[in-house]
């Protein structure tokens, strides 16, 4: 075997840690199965505990202290082992009811080689310039570094935590990698342990450090993903306070901040009150910032919301560390002229940006740690007393910096927090079993997501900066200055805004120089489709504006039709009513011509009758023909019905006309009410 199979190892580690805690004694007994598989593979059946420690190394890649060594091989392993003068001596019939970790390991092996596949493949996408032809081992040993928390380089960790951050649905790939993230923390945890007979419960004092990034975390000023993080920490460390009380009032661990932390929060705050007189920007890539301005409508509420913070923090037991340290103490002092003056060249080898004054500042606080150590930094973590917390790169790298300690063996004056949660979790011997109770830092996509949230916000920083400097010179225009503000406030910068739908986007954003370049271009493609297609909707919108003129032209057409064959039957009918009171009406006008000329014509004749008789006669049918005559007037044919006759009678003469211009007059006043009627409607 050989050094590839770390994070396979560590992943059956953490597999059998958490399907086996319930029967065996736990990490002991498991850590026993695999020097008795690593016994049985290599066949080496006597070697001391340096022999056994480089044996473990070769065949799982782990490097395990030899008092811990020592410790598995006497108390765990006695049933198959003789020692004889330091020489442990295996019996290799007592060993075969081990677990089949190589076996195991093989399998998940191939799982992890096609995992590597793909990954290789995603990076190669992603990274044109990416050697193809050694790429695959250089990427496991940077994965293990970024499982591990090794300090791998930028490229790499950007690229592996977009890939992890783009397959973020797939279930299966979360639920492996967050296996060998626990494992790690299993082995990383047996790597620092002297005892582990000691594990279970926390019984050593010691005080960390708060740093302003995890004392706005606590207060949720960077969002709920950290300050979800620190409430991680912070239950942990009341759970070994709570199991210790009796022994200690004020909790073995306490936490508190340094002078230094206290004026850069009072700075952060006065900037908060410098931006609401107008006299400062806000920056959008500190998402503190916004939080204390949010809801702040003056530079009271600044003030009011600076109280508040340190009442916080006080109710909470986290205290201002007074320290009284002076030249008198010189010998813990780490402050030094040639030290800093070697950090700034090895930053410039490593194409680093390097701070003078954040690093004298760092070196500050670590000659404080050192002096409440008392110099005494070669111990177990568990037994350090005093320990800087932070998340700033600047100070863990110096923190881990050999030049900074005192010497290789040494513990870092600075931290961070998934060391600290993974060490504590590790010395209470929690398990794994319930993954929803698990400390997000756990989460390798939660780790993906932070570093991603932290590269963008840099790149943010740097851009806000260019595009300041840029619209001065008069290289920028304030209409593209404020496109490419709303561009940068778009881009996704805390942790949990992050994901597979934006990963491209914010990988391309960090990573392509032509960015800018390109976006602009963009947007003037798009406008130019835009443009066109406005042009081409306006096109539309008339074409379909003449084609409804058309469909209502025929609608109307087609509708005037039916209703003019309507009105023609219509005024016929009607007609036929009106021709029988056309005749009428003559008639009645003949009829009372004819009743007077009839009294007239008898009037007269009546003279030149000499016969009394017929006289009488005579003058009877005048007086029946005059009231007929009245009476006809009166109720048959009225002076109005006369004329109507009159005129009917001269109509006559031209009858045709009449009778068409009557029905015309009947088909438009028909199709005028229905007009009338139907607008109404």
Known sequence: ????????????????????????????????????????????????????????????????????????????????????????????????????????????????????????????????????????????????????????????????????????????????????????????????????????????????????????????????????????????????????????????????????????????????????????????????????????????????????????????????????????????????????????????ERHKNFNENDCIQCLQIFTKINYFRKGKNNSPFEKIRHIYLTENKFALYLGHNNKVKFADTDITFATDIDYIISKIWFKLKKGFNDKNNLPKTFDVLTKARIIMSSRINNSLAESYDKLQHDLKEGKLTEGNALILNDLYKDKPSAPEQINSSNIDDALDFLNNPSYIEDFFREKSKKEKVYQEKIEENELLKEKLASFEQKEKEQKEKKEYEELEKKSIQFARMQWKKEKKVFFVDIFKTLFAFVLVIASIVLGSINIWIESLCWRWVVVGLCSIFSVIDALGRAYLFNKEKIKNGWRNIIMLFKYKSFKKEGIEKIKNNYIRENRKQNATN
Not at 39 to 53: F, G
Not at 110 to 139: A, G
Not at 300 to 323: G, M, N
Request: negative net charge.
């Open 1 to 348: 075997m050989n050094n590839n199979n770390l994070l396979a190892s560590v992943a059956l580690f953490g597999e059998l840690y958490n399907t086996t805690i319930a029967t065996t004694n736990g990490i002991g007994d498991i850590l026993a199965d695999f020097i008795k598989g690593a016994v049985i593979n290599k066949k080496i059946y006597s070697l001391n505990s340096t022999e056994l420690k480089d044996l473990l190394l070769d065949v799982y890649n782990f490097n395990i202290p030899e008092s811990v060594i020592r410790t598995i091989v006497k108390n765990r392993l006695k049933n198959c082992v003789t020692i004889d003068h330091a020489c442990y001596h295996f019996d290799a019939t007592k060993c075969v009811d081990t677990k089949e970790t190589i076996a195991e390991i093989n399998k998940i092996n191939q799982k992890q080689e096609q995992f590597l596949d793909s990954l290789c493949s995603y990076l190669s996408k992603k990274s044109p310039t990416t050697n193809n032809q050694n790429i695959k081992e250089e990427v496991r040993k940077h994965l293990s570094d970024f499982l591990m928390n090794n300090g791998n380089s930028e490229q790499y960790s950007e690229l592996i935590s977009s890939f992890i951050i783009a397959k973020e649905n797939d279930n299966k790939f979360k639920e492996s990698l967050n296996t060998i993230k626990e494992g790690l923390v299993l082995y990383q945890g047996l790597c620092y342990s002297e005892d582990i007979n000691q594990l279970g419960a926390w019984h050593d004092e010691l005080t960390i450090y708060l740093s302003p990034e995890h004392l706005f975390n606590f207060m949720g000023y960077n969002g709920l993903l950290f300050k979800g993080i620190f409430d991680d920490f912070m239950s942990l460390v009341k759970e070994i306070n709570r199991s210790e009380k009796g022994q200690n009032k004020k909790g073995i661990i306490r936490l508190k901040y340094l002078e230094e932390t206290k004026n850069e929060i009072d700075n952060f705050f006065g900037t908060a009150e410098s931006i609401k007189r107008g006299q400062a920007r806000l920056d959008c890539t500190k998402p503190a910032m916004n939080s204390i301005l949010k809801d702040c409508n003056n530079i009271s509420d600044v003030k009011t919301k600076q109280a508040k913070f340190y009442t916080e923090l006080k109710q909470h037991k986290i205290a201002l560390e007074e320290c009284f340290y002076s030249a008198i103490d010189n010998e813990y002092n780490i402050v030094d002229t040639s030290l800093i003056e070697k950090l700034k060249i090895e930053s410039n």
